[in-house]
């Protein structure tokens, strides 16, 4: 019972961490803007992380073609997680490395926005889809633990949750995504 109430305890106290933080609350503002202007002007976004991130990367493209809060509209949001056939073919043919660097190539514009999650900052295939975004002039956002790792430098926005531990950043990163979401959604659409 008692490690059970620490973990949540622990949650608490990054989530409480993060309200103390204006300048991580002025980039997630920053980053709100950056896809309600990319949507406006016909951008779309692409997703990319690993394992728990992954499925991070899967559940915010759902938010965003699907819906949130209301019906509307659907958004242009895509895991580039999803399509397995391209992940084990470009894994086995070239480098697990560059399995989302490719289709970011295949599918990625000038102003479109790139988000890679990784709670370290160091997953490479993450770090390479991010330097091909940034390439083509795709606007960057990272999500990644306390030291941001290496895509702390690369990413255009940086969205750092002040912890080291997975499970933990893992958690607030779908609190971030969700407000996110949330406010998109509400910038773009008028509740009916």
Same mark, same amino acid.
């Given at each position: 019972?008692?490690?059970?109430?620490k973990?949540?305890?622990?949650s608490v106290?990054v989530?409480?961490?993060i309200?103390e933080?204006?300048?991580?609350l002025?980039?997630?503002?920053?980053?709100i *803007?950056?896809i309600v202007d990319g949507?406006?002007?016909? *951008?779309k976004?692409?997703l990319c992380? #690993?394992?728990?991130?992954?499925?991070?990367?899967q559940h915010? /493209?759902?938010e965003l073609?699907g819906?949130f809060?209301?019906?509307? *509209?659907?958004l242009?949001a895509?895991a580039?997680t999803?399509n397995t056939?391209?992940?084990?073919a470009?894994? #086995?043919?070239?480098?697990f490395?560059?399995?989302?660097?490719r289709l970011?190539? /295949?599918?990625g514009?000038?102003g479109?926005?790139?988000?890679?999650l990784?709670?370290?900052?160091?997953?490479? #295939?993450?770090?390479a889809?991010i330097q091909?975004? #940034?390439?083509l002039?795709?606007?960057?956002? /990272?999500l990644?633990?306390?030291?941001?790792g290496?895509?702390k430098s690369?990413?255009?926005f940086?969205?750092?949750v002040p912890s080291s531990d997975t499970?933990r950043?893992?958690e607030?990163h779908?609190?971030l995504?969700?407000?996110?979401?949330e406010?998109v959604?509400k910038?773009?659409?008028?509740r *009916?």
């Amino acid at each position: 019972m008692k490690e059970m109430q620490k973990a949540i305890q622990d949650s608490v106290i990054v989530k409480q961490k993060i309200l103390e933080q204006e300048q991580l609350l002025a980039e997630i503002q920053k980053v709100i *803007k950056l896809i309600v202007d990319g949507y406006r002007t016909g *951008k779309k976004v692409l997703l990319c992380g #690993n394992g728990g991130s992954a499925s991070d990367a899967q559940h915010i /493209a759902a938010e965003l073609t699907g819906r949130f809060y209301f019906d509307r *509209k659907p958004l242009d949001a895509e895991a580039l997680t999803a399509n397995t056939s391209h992940l084990t073919a470009v894994g #086995n043919d070239y480098s697990f490395d560059e399995i989302y660097a490719r289709l970011v190539e /295949a599918k990625g514009h000038p102003g479109d926005i790139l988000i890679g999650l990784s709670t370290s900052g160091n997953s490479p #295939n993450v770090v390479a889809a991010i330097q091909k975004g #940034n390439e083509l002039g795709m606007k960057t956002v /990272a999500l990644t633990g306390e030291s941001g790792g290496k895509l702390k430098s690369l990413a255009t926005f940086l969205l750092n949750v002040p912890s080291s531990d997975t499970p933990r950043i893992q958690e607030a990163h779908i609190l971030l995504a969700h407000i996110i979401c949330e406010q998109v959604e509400k910038q773009l659409f008028e509740r *009916k």
